[in-house]
């Protein structure tokens, strides 16, 4: 079973809007997971301080994005022997955590 440290998942009602955010995501490393609105970057990959990627996607999504779409930040909190502590859970286009 594959780990990821972080989630995307969201709903982007312009496709062409969505395709660019895809693309951003990708170029990031991010993966898409299944078919669905789904990316994540896998723990093996993780090279990025997670809060400092929220922070820039947080900033893309509302610069770039309508006010109606939706884009969760989910991530794994682990300890030094990579179990699972906690998940939170942010909307990436308003404060709410």
Do not use: C, W
């Amino acid at each position: 079973m594959k780990q990821y440290k972080t989630l995307l998942i969201y709903a982007v009602f312009n496709d062409q809007l969505k395709k660019s955010f895809e693309e951003e995501l990708e170029k990031y490393g991010l993966e898409r997971v299944g078919t669905q609105n789904i990316f994540a970057l896998p723990l093996d990959e993780y090279r990025t301080k997670v809060q400092a990627f929220k922070a820039y996607l947080r900033a893309y999504v509302r610069k770039h994005l309508d006010s109606q779409d939706t884009v969760l930040f989910v991530e794994s909190r682990m300890n030094e022997e990579r179990t699972l502590t906690a998940m939170l859970q942010t909307n990436l286009m308003s404060e709410e955590e």
